[in-house]
């Protein structure tokens, strides 16, 4: 069973699409901006994830400093 909530897209904050698959996989997706995140709902481990415009160089320095 897929349930589907309406959420705001963490990358652009315009309308997003969250889906829970069987359970156990949550994937949350973007039209607007292209963000995906595919990960497993009991665990929250990430399986994909493409979010185009955040720069990972400054996330990894963000968070060691």
Do not use: F, H, W
């Not at 069987?22 to 949350?28: A, K, M, N, P």
């Not at 997706?29 to 665990?43: E, H, I, R």
């Amino acid at each position: 069973m897929t349930k589907t909530q309406i959420i705001y897209c963490p990358n652009c904050g315009n309308r997003a699409t969250r889906s829970i698959i069987d359970d156990s996989i949550q994937r949350t997706s973007c039209d607007s901006c292209d963000y995906l995140l595919v990960q497993c709902a009991k665990t929250g481990k990430v399986i994909e994830a493409y979010a185009p415009g955040i720069n990972s160089y400054c996330l990894i320095n963000a968070t060691s400093a």
